[in-house]
């Protein structure tokens, strides 16, 4: 009996899950594509990528639609893979009281507050990226990201970003990206970066 009432319990779930997708606690999350689309050999000759199984062959992840930023009037764009919702204006710029530019890590956690007392762009829930999310906006398919962001909609798209995201393993750094050389790196939390706000 205990064996059958398993059984039944068992299909229950499965029609539970087959019917309401969302109850299963946190979710699927859908990594984008990196935008690779050309494969490389060894010596960095571009080859035909069938049978290759590099990324640019595979092209795994969710489809970039296009346009992949939705501008939403407002000096504002939400990335329609990820649904975060980036400033438009990512030059850090000065508002009011906050000195935008090129900060130390310190500062530019500092500038994001300021901005959410000021409710930039009529929001005052602003942070700065993590590294994840600060990473998701580089086009792989690109030698750099920074024109290409910009032919997105985005202006005064900077070299060098802050994320919010320490190097463990040397608490003095900070993880950023390089949008000129599509890079991720940490660099001393007392150098300095521009800032890209981002909510949520």
């Not at 398993?6 to 779930?13: C, R, T």
């Not at 539970?16 to 050309?38: E, H, K, M, N, R």
């Not at 900060?103 to 500092?110: F, H, K, R, V």
Request: net charge negative.
């Amino acid at each position: 009996m205990a064996s059958k009432m398993g059984s039944l319990w068992f299909l229950f779930l499965i029609v539970l899950f087959i019917s309401f997708p969302g109850v299963s606690g946190a979710g699927v999350v859908q990594l984008p594509q990196t935008g690779l689309t050309t494969c490389i050999d060894s010596t960095g000759a571009v080859i035909a990528c069938a049978g290759t199984g590099q990324d640019g062959e595979v092209q795994s992840g969710a489809l970039w639609p296009n346009p992949r930023f939705m501008d939403n009037s407002d000096g504002t764009a939400t990335d329609t893979v990820t649904g975060l919702m980036w400033a438009r204006q990512a030059g850090s710029p000065t508002d009011g009281a906050c000195i935008g530019g090129s900060l130390t890590w310190l500062a530019a956690l500092s500038y994001i507050t300021c901005l959410n007392g000021n409710s930039y762009l009529g929001h005052s829930d602003w942070r700065l990226p993590n590294i994840n999310e600060l990473e998701s906006l580089v086009n792989i398919g690109v030698a750099k990201s920074y024109p290409w962001l910009m032919e997105q909609g985005f202006t005064n798209v900077g070299l060098t970003y802050w994320s919010s995201t320490t190097y463990t393993a040397g608490t003095g750094y900070g993880w950023k990206v390089d949008f000129d050389g599509n890079q991720v790196s940490y660099l001393s939390k007392t150098s300095q970066a521009l800032v890209w706000p981002v909510r949520q």
